[in-house]
């Protein structure tokens, strides 16, 4: 019998940057387990060029990313979600869509290195998040998801979120 596929969304306001990061790092961690996406409420058009700089020294494949508009994912025919992620202030306090089958929710705020300025200062803050990122999915990895009830779940969700690392 085959493990369960989750489907994740990870939620920022322009899509460009610490969205996308928790998109290709849920696909890589995930390992199969997790399907990701990624999507913003007020899209950029482009994924952001530092964190695509930054996913190729990672040797992650950039194929195909794109900075998404959360509407594509609220539309008939989009996947059901297990778990949506705002990691920016901005869009977790923005009404989101309605998204069918009533995922798990958290907020894992995230500061945008996008907004840094100097060259060596926004790829040290580009790797800062990436490194925030990867942590807190590796935590969230290790839960036994199908072991908790939904109230437990919230609770460790939400505590992934305060970890600074």
Not at 84 to 90: G, S
Not at 113 to 119: F, I, K, L, S, Y
Request: overall charge neutral.
């Amino acid at each position: 019998m085959s493990e369960k596929q989750y489907n994740v969304l990870v939620l920022c306001t322009g899509n460009s940057a610490r969205s996308i990061l928790g998109e290709v790092l849920f696909n890589t961690m995930g390992r199969g387990k997790f399907k990701a996406y990624s999507a913003g409420s007020k899209p950029a058009g482009k994924v952001n060029p530092g964190a695509l700089e930054l996913l190729q020294a990672q040797g992650h494949s950039i194929e195909g990313l794109r900075s998404k508009s959360w509407d594509e994912f609220a539309a008939p025919g989009a996947p059901e979600f297990d778990f949506i992620f705002t990691v920016c202030d901005n869009a977790a306090g923005e009404t989101c869509p309605f998204w069918p089958g009533k995922p798990a929710t958290a907020h894992w705020g995230i500061p945008d290195p996008a907004h840094v300025e100097g060259d060596e200062a926004r790829r040290a803050a580009f790797k800062t998040a990436y490194a925030q990122l990867a942590r807190r999915i590796q935590l969230f990895m290790s839960l036994p998801i199908d072991k908790l009830d939904k109230l437990t779940l919230k609770e460790k969700l939400s505590e992934i979120g305060r970890i600074q690392d």
